[in-house]
């Protein structure tokens, strides 16, 4: 195992109170399209989480408040605030915050977002442009990325793909990467993560992180093991500063996925910016705590 502390960018909280925030289609998408083990899905306790993931060597995680749709639509929900500000308070050396962002609250959105980096231990905001069937070049973003700009917190986003995640609710994949080139050239002060690795357009996401100094990768949500071989080529070469580590647990066991970056046989200096340096950098965090 190695010994650097990882910091893991894309967390779910997984606790029965954050499930029951949640609406019932977890189990037939996380468990039967995504393999994800079938005893998680009555939830953990923090305590649980944080003893996984220091069996597998992460010192520090970012809790998702996820904005999944339009509450009130099939399928859709928010996670509150709370749960993960919670999380945060009990466990600040373990666990820092996301907000989720609806691009339909409009400034009451962008409200909430300020209130939760200024007064509630968020680190930055976070985004699925597939669940509004808006791209990320969309007018309707724009408020937030100028609100990120001025609190100068990240904001992540799921590029690429989308799944069909509830039967009643189905998401096209709007978020190409590409669509983030008007918005790093519109606001080269933000800080832009495209997580999911941007599959099936990695080599498109690649090409975005490499134009804009501002862009970045998150490689959540896909087993490395099946990563494309440019991505691979690109952590340990000239892309070694731009791309930040995560499992989007559960979707990815924290212990497994950390057992196969072991095995792609990065360069030392990689793996050490790709696990823990580059998010710290990202983020602003600090560089003995991670937190």
């Not at 009451?108 to 968020?122: I, P, S, T, Y």
């Not at 669940?131 to 992540?156: H, N, T």
């Not at 509830?166 to 994949?173: L, M, P, T």
Request: aromatic share 10%.
């Amino acid at each position: 195992m190695t010994d650097i502390r990882a910091i893991d960018a894309v967390v779910n909280i997984w606790t029965e109170e954050a499930l029951s925030c949640r609406p019932d289609w977890g189990p037939d998408f996380f468990v039967g399209k995504m393999k994800a083990q079938d005893s998680l899905m009555g939830g953990l306790s923090l305590e649980q989480m944080i003893e996984r993931m220091d069996q597998a060597g992460i010192g520090h995680g970012f809790l998702i408040a996820a904005k999944s749709g339009r509450p009130g639509l099939p399928g859709c929900y928010h996670m509150p605030l709370e749960v993960v500000a919670r999380a945060v308070e009990q466990y600040p050396d373990r666990f820092s915050g996301l907000c989720g962002v609806d691009p339909f609250m409009g400034m009451d959105g962008v409200r909430q977002l300020e209130d939760a980096v200024k007064n509630m231990g968020f680190v930055g905001a976070h985004l699925y442009p597939h669940w509004f069937d808006l791209a990320p070049d969309q007018a309707r973003y724009y408020p937030f990325y100028a609100k990120c700009v001025e609190l100068d917190v990240p904001i992540q986003m799921q590029v690429g793909q989308s799944m069909i995640y509830s039967k009643e609710y189905r998401c096209r994949s709007v978020g190409r990467p590409i669509t983030l080139d008007p918005v790093a050239c519109d606001f080269p002060e933000l800080k832009l993560i495209g997580i999911h690795v941007g599959i099936p357009w990695t080599d498109e996401m690649i090409a975005m992180a490499w134009k804009h100094a501002n862009v970045y990768i998150g490689c959540d949500a896909h087993s490395p093991k099946y990563w494309p071989q440019s991505f691979v080529n690109y952590i340990n070469s000239y892309g070694s500063k731009k791309v930040l580590f995560g499992t989007d647990f559960p979707v990815l066991d924290f212990a497994r996925t950390m057992e196969e970056i072991r095995g792609l046989g990065l360069k030392p200096g990689s793996l050490q910016r790709l696990l823990r340096d580059n998010t710290v950098e990202v983020y602003g965090l600090d560089p003995a705590t991670g937190s």
